[in-house]
């Protein structure tokens, strides 16, 4: 057996699949042979190392060295260059090695400072391997819970933890459990939401391409918590390559024994189906996500009856975010204590969050919570790009809040963002320069609801569409002080009396954007 | 007689509907849920012909009209529309010759709109059938636009 | 038990009952759009919305049960000014042209306005307009009037199970129509027009004959006849302010001649003829043992119901023509005959509860005069209309006659219109008809009222009848599915006769009756039809003197060559996609 001198880690995500990550490997994969390099240099696939728009990426190890932008053409030279001669190739590498990016064993000792509970191992492991993810402990969480803790434990443990849900809601996840592990009935449901349709969010996507039996292991721990045997994923339809990984990954678990009856030996069995939608972002919504589970048009169904006592088919159902689950392995194999080490006193762990829009380095990034939006944009994003300055950001998507610069300050966690903690969860973090247009932006987030309201309820149906009406007049300067005033009234009248979160939604942007840029907004009326 | 083949690989059971339109649409020549699609779905599930076509209206990933042989779904939520979405749209129009939901005259477009793909990190980003495609400009869509035109 | 206050009155409700109803209790009533008392509440509108002390933003009273302390407040300023918000944005996207719209002053909506005071829509409109449907015989629908409160869909799929209408698209393009826009016409529609009478609004509303009749009316060369449904009798009062369950019979005949009809006739002669068919059908059916259950046919809906989802059934159908479409045959023949008018000269009209009757008289088939066997079908509401425009009040007209030859009835047949009641007509005759005695006993308690299928078994002379009714097409559905698992693993039913009438309640629920109908007025009209039934000197079919004439003097004998050919139809298998006739 040969040494294996140099490793190159391939980012294999949505993101450099589309920038044409699978023809620069091809081309790698020939070069290294055609230079006899095949025993010396292992070239590995690897989720998203954290970066996003830089095109292709790679790193190569031991030296540490990112390359971005890499096109089949620079294959050649790069292979001669960096791997057969040694010397990095400068006209590729990234001028600074991202924050965010990879956190390898050799640079463990940034641990403190950057912590990786869900990301831990994205951009690490491969994540179509199921060997690499039970090398880094992967497995050791539900293979310790089932030999010895009852599901109470488990419960207790993420009650202890303090984890609440990282889909928007900020509920705790222990209580959810609980409910349902209390509700009557021998089926229950567990179902993991991966329907990730807020705008600007891509975090769950990032995570179920790149560590997909983070998210297996979290469900059979939470499954084993509630006293589910059946778990589904439902996949919003466009992800195509997460559906694809995780599909795989199941089949792998499935292969170890890890899903199916009686898992190691215990007389716990669980498996997991996943689910794919068909383009509808009120399906993120729990209730509209069982109702298209079931095969119906996704509305939003009357609460109550609550999901944790009737939900999919009628039966007690636990419906998490796939950050929230990606955290239940490293609560149980690490402990409540050590969590609570990470994070604030009230909100501990950690947060991830996609930071997008006009930064220097857009991407993915995990932060404790309380990390303030000064520190995710200059810190780890590289500030706003090309020197402008920040003028404001949509954080939480479009059912999100507009801050001003008064804000950056302000630390990121479910207590501190008080009226906007529940704009958190998507994890979406869309940062405005000086030159960004704010009455564009918010045209297109009431643009966005008109087209995804269901329909189902008078306030959300109409209110949308009045709401467009008011603001396309406002857009080109043909508004009116009362037509302001009445995108107020409306979004106020439907977060009263809508049916489901999304007409309740459009409320927080109208009115923080007015908060924030109410001058800017005013200098449009006619 | 390809959609027996295709009711085939799915179990009769009303959970497998999305899997089915898509699977049917993907494999339709006109890429769209016909009424044939639609009504072998509704035998197969054993649920009214109302209903199917009620349950694939509903998400926008179906069209229940005929379509072009490369559809271009641009993102149009608010992170492509900071990056600049709404000019491209223009120049996509211009380009095609077709308003939203238009499909060329020669067949080989739909242009479509959609909301947020995922794909904000390198917005402005459109899917063009099940490639995705971001940091778009005028220079790169003229190319992909070409490409396809070739393809085709 | 739960105790709460609403507006401060402490009110004490059994737990699960909703605040809508709860409020009741405290003497207010919290307005509603989309709500029906027969339905599930859907919570579309969020006009019911109340606030609850403790619960952010307002909730749904229709669909959120009172809780144990809850400090509900239904009229409060956030409360009240959010109902007038949203019922303005409804009417910013609804076609407000309601002067000539057909539910003028029939209206929820324009109720609903009035009662929050709505004085100005500060709202752009918004709806673009869209196409009328016009390609059902038996309904119209107006997407420029729907407000989607559902209801129709809940009808239609949930209670009926025809599902021709469904929710399509999404958002703010929502629409309530047929798959890919084909049309009732051209969809499964049994044209029941259940969906028509559970509109709050003027989106749906039957297919308007008032016009041709009024100018056959006026045509001087026409003999215009006039039959009534039994239903009918028993819910015309309410197109004139009367109660639930007024019978008016005699001011229906007085107010139809004064309308201008050559000859005031009567339905519910036909309905005892079809005892007298059917009836004689059933008895041969039990003697050889064939094609069993027997089951009814005098309900054009269930008629199209059956011919689409159920095409197992269709020997198992009486092949008896409807009472309207006996009526039909008789009129432009035997009628004629005795009358000696030119058959081509009369112009046959009927008046049913019905929407589907519509589609019934216009089947090919239903040409055994030679001739159009009904021409028009006006429903209950639309001679209610007529009888206005004509400066008539129904309250105040004397109670008069029908005509002969066609017009006499006996109580068989006015319980025709009531769930059960062709049941206990056919019963009540074929024990005759068997033995030759009189049934003692002749009301069936068993098959009356609305439970929702309702059995009994009759002994006639030792022989057991197992016999079930069933009324709307859901519970049609359940039982005949239940029939179709016995016929499968045991060979035969349990059942020998079965009656099924597509709507619930019977015909006095039907299609054509008054807006604003709900079950609790179905369940009256039926009453007062078995109050009318109790009052007849004759309540068998077979002592109907003039029924007897028409065997004696036209058709020979039930079930003879004539009464086939004049009386009889036959049924044919139809596509559950579009529901046309699937030839084979």
């Known amino acids: 057996m040969s040494l294996v001198r140099n490793h190159v880690l391939l980012s294999i995500d949505a993101g450099t699949v589309m920038a044409g990550a699978r023809a620069v490997e091809k081309a790698l994969v020939e070069e290294i042979a055609k230079q006899g390099l095949t025993d010396e240099i292992a070239v590995l696939e690897t989720g998203s190392v954290g970066t996003v728009g830089q095109g292709v990426v790679m790193v190569v190890y031991p030296e540490g060295v990112y390359y971005s932008n890499v096109t089949p053409e620079d294959v050649p030279e790069l292979v001669e260059e960096h791997l057969l001669k040694g010397r990095p190739l400068k006209r590729l590498m990234l001028a600074e090695t991202p924050k965010q990016a990879v956190i390898t064993k050799e640079k463990a000792g940034l641990l403190k400072e950057q912590p990786r509970i869900v990301l831990r191992n994205c951009g690490v492991i491969d994540p179509e391997k199921i060997d690499e993810y039970i090398a880094e402990e992967g497995y050791m969480a539900i293979g310790n819970a089932l030999t010895s803790m009852k599901p109470e434990d488990v419960l207790e443990e993420v009650k202890r933890s303090g984890l609440v849900g990282r889909g928007g809601a900020s509920f705790p996840t222990a209580m959810k459990w609980e409910f349902a592990r209390r509700a009557p009935g021998d089926i229950k449901y567990l179902i993991c939401n991966a329907d990730e349709g807020e705008p600007g969010t891509f975090k769950d996507r990032l995570i179920l391409e790149g560590d997909p039996h983070k998210l297996i292991e979290g469900m059979l721990l939470a499954g084993y918590a509630v006293g589910a045997s059946k778990g589904f994923v439902y996949i919003r339809g466009e992800y195509a390559l997460s559906i694809e990984r995780l599909e795989k990954a199941i089949a792998q678990a499935r292969d170890y024994g890890l899903l199916g009856v009686n898992i190691l030996e215990s007389n716990f069995s669980f498996d997991i189906f996943v689910m794919k939608g068909a383009g509808a972002y009120v399906c993120g919504e729990e209730t509209a996500l069982i109702e298209s589970l079931e095969g119906k048009r996704g509305h939003p169904r009357i609460k109550p009856p609550f999901p944790a006592n009737a939900g999919l088919w009628g039966k007690p159902t636990v419906v998490n975010n796939v950050e929230t689950l990606a955290n239940v392995s490293e609560i149980i194999r690490n402990g409540a204590d050590w969590f609570r080490g990470y994070g604030t006193e009230k909100c501990p762990g950690t947060k991830v969050y996609t930071i997008i829009g006009n930064v220097a380095t857009p991407g993915l990034i995990e932060a404790e919570m309380g990390t303030t939006l000064r520190d995710i944009i200059y810190e780890y994003a590289g500030g706003i790009q090309g020197g402008k300055k920040f003028k404001g950001a949509l954080i939480g998507g479009a059912a999100g809040a507009f801050l001003g610069p008064d804000m950056l300050d302000v630390q990121m966690d479910f207590v501190n963002l008080k009226e906007y903690a529940a704009v958190l969860g998507s994890g979406a973090i869309l940062v405005m320069d000086e030159g960004a247009d704010v009455v564009d932006l918010l045209q297109s987030v009431l643009h966005f609801f008109k087209h995804e309201s269901c329909g189902h309820c008078a306030p959300c149906r109409l209110g949308t569409a009045q709401l467009v009406k008011l603001i396309d007049r406002i857009a080109v300067s043909k508004g009116s002080r009362e037509d302001l005033n009445k995108l107020l009234r409306i979004s106020d009248v439907m977060r009263d009396t809508s049916f489901c979160p999304l007409g309740q939604s459009p409320y927080l942007p109208i009115s923080s954007s007015i908060k924030y840029f109410g001058d800017e907004i005013g200098a449009r009326i006619r | ?152 | ?584």
């Not at chain 2, 709404?86 to 939901?101: F, N, Q, R, T």
């Not at chain 3, 107006?142 to 989607?148: T, V």
């Not at chain 3, 045509?219 to 006849?225: A, H, S, W």
């Not at chain 3, 001739?371 to 004397?398: F, H, N, S, W």
């Open chain 3, 1 to 584: 038990m739960i105790t709460a206050t609403i507006n401060n009155i402490q009110v004490e409700v059994p737990e699960g009952t909703t605040i809508l109803w709860a409020a009741k209790k405290a003497n207010v009533n919290i307005p509603t759009l989309c709500f029906h008392p027969d339905l599930k509440p859907g919570g579309q509108c969020g006009v019911c919305v109340v606030e609850i002390e403790g619960i952010p933003g307002l909730s749904r009273s229709c669909v959120t049960p009172l809780g144990e302390g809850f400090r509900v407040r239904t009229h409060s300023p956030k409360v009240m000014n959010a109902r007038k918000e949203i019922v303005e944005m409804i009417l910013a996207n609804h076609d407000t042209d309601c002067l000539t719209c057909i539910k003028n002053n029939s209206c929820e909506l324009q109720g609903l306005a009035a009662t929050l005071g709505i004085s100005t829509v500060e709202y752009a409109k918004l709806a673009e307009r869209l196409p009328i449907d016009r390609s059902s015989v038996s309904i119209v629908r107006d997407p420029n009037k729907c407000i989607l409160c559902g209801r129709c869909i809940q009808v239609c799929s949930n209670v009926q199970t025809v599902n021709a209408l469904a929710v399509n698209h999404r958002g703010y393009d929502t629409v309530i129509g047929t798959a890919f826009s084909a049309g009732l016409g051209n969809s499964v529609c049994i044209n029941c027009g259940q969906c028509v009478v559970h509109c709050p609004v003027g989106a749906l509303y039957e297919n308007s004959s008032v016009e041709a009749v009024w100018q056959a009316l006026h045509d001087p060369d026409k003999f215009v006849v006039v039959q009534e449904a039994p239903a009918v009798r028993a819910m015309l009062g309410e197109e004139f302010g009367m109660p639930p369950g007024s019978l008016v019979t005699g001011r229906m005949y007085a107010a139809l001649r004064r309308l201008g009809f050559d000859a005031v006739l009567d339905t519910n002669f036909s309905a005892d003829l079809t005892i007298m068919e059917e009836g004689t059908e059933l008895v041969s059916r039990l003697k050889s043992g064939q094609k069993l259950p027997l089951i009814t046919s005098c309900s054009p809906g269930w008629i199209k119901f059956m011919e689409t989802f159920f095409h197992d059934m269709i020997p198992h159908m009486s092949t008896a023509k409807s009472p309207q479409q006996m009526f039909g045959a008789l009129a432009k023949t035997y009628y004629a005959q005795a009358k000696g008018i030119a058959p081509e000269k009369i112009v046959s009209v009927s008046v049913m509860p019905c929407t589907a009757k519509k589609f019934e008289c216009l089947r090919p088939e239903m040409k055994a005069s030679g001739y159009q066997d009904v021409d028009y079908v006006l429903t209950t509401r639309e001679i209610g209309r007529m009888i206005r425009e004509a400066g008539l009040d129904l309250k105040e007209l004397p109670e008069e006659e029908a005509d002969d030859i066609m017009g006499e009835y006996t109580g068989a047949g006015t319980i025709f219109g009531a769930t059960g009641g062709v049941m206990e007509a056919a019963i009540r005759s074929a024990y005759f008809l068997v033995t030759g005695r009189e049934l003692e006993n002749l009301d069936v308690q068993p098959v009356r009222g609305l439970k929702g299928i309702k059995e009994a078994e009759i002994d006639i002379d030792g022989t057991k009848v197992k016999v079930a009714v069933a009324h709307s097409g859901g519970q049609a559905r359940a039982l005949l599915q239940k029939v179709q698992q016995q016929m499968a693993t045991e060979g035969k039913s349990e059942y020998q006769f079965i009656e099924v009438m597509a709507c619930p309640g019977g015909c006095v629920g039907g299609g054509g009756q008054s807006w604003g109908s709900n079950m609790a007025k179905r369940a009256r009209r039926g009453e007062a039809l078995y109050e009318d039934d109790k009052a007849r000197s004759h309540r068998r079919s077979h002592e109907n003197r003039s029924v007897l004439a028409v065997y004696e003097q036209f058709l020979g004998k039930p079930n003879s060559e004539r009464s086939h050919e004049l009386l009889h139809t036959y049924y044919q298998k139809r596509s559950p996609v579009d529901g046309k006739v699937i030839n084979e």
């Open chain 2, 1 to 152: 007689m390809y959609r027996e083949a295709i009711l085939k690989k799915f179990r009769p059971s009303l959970d497998n509907i999305l899997y089915i339109l898509h699977d049917l649409q993907d494999n339709n020549p006109q890429r769209y849920l016909g009424k044939d699609d639609i009504r072998v779905t509704a035998e197969y599930l054993n649920v009214p012909y109302s209903y199917v076509h009620s349950v694939a209206s509903f998400y926008t990933m179906f069209s229940l009209e005929p379509r072009g042989s490369n559809i271009i779904r641009l993102c149009d939520s608010p992170p492509c529309h900071l990056m600049g979405s709404k000019s491209l749209l223009k120049y996509l129009k211009d380009a095609l010759k077709v308003d939203i939901g238009g499909t060329t005259k020669d067949g080989k477009f739909t242009l479509e709109l959609t909301s947020c793909l995922g794909a904000c990190g390198v917005a402005p980003a459109m899917m063009i059938n099940d490639e995705m495609v971001g940091n778009l400009t005028p220079e790169r869509v003229d190319a992909i636009l070409e490409r396809r035109r070739k393809e085709s």
